[in-house]
Nanobody
């Protein structure tokens, strides 16, 4: 499956942004999908996951602010980000995995990655 992430941009603290991850080649419904992010000088970290059966998982730092969803007809996964904070600034990547592990927070489980989209949140 090939993935293309989009939707990043420059916003102010408290604003919202919605990222998209469009897939081609295979249906996203057949994979565990996830969003990761990598801030400057930091390692890539798991943000949110969407399991094939629709279950979701979030890291504590984004719970209640971010929502991951999937629209099968569009073969696309989304990350709705509300109440953004400066510490959310990072390059955001979507990824696909065939793992049965859940939550699959380790990036090693993911075999397909989007190119990344930059989110910058100013204070």
């Amino acid at each position: 499956v090939q993935l293309q992430a989009s939707g990043g941009g420059l916003v102010k603290a408290g604003d919202s942004l919605k990222l998209s991850c469009a897939a081609s080649g295979r249906a996203v419904s057949g994979y565990t999908m996830a969003w990761f992010r990598q801030a400057p000088g930091k390692e890539r970290e798991f943000v949110a996951g969407f399991r094939k059966n629709g279950a979701t998982y979030y890291v504590d730092s984004v719970k209640g602010r971010f929502t991951v969803s999937r629209i099968n007809a569009r073969n696309t996964v989304y990350l709705q980000m509300d109440s953004l904070k400066p510490e959310d600034t990072a390059i955001y990547y979507c990824a696909a995995s065939s793992t049965v592990r859940w939550p699959a927070m380790n990036s090693d489980y993911y075999h397909s990655w989007g190119q990344g989209t930059l989110v910058t949140v100013s204070s």
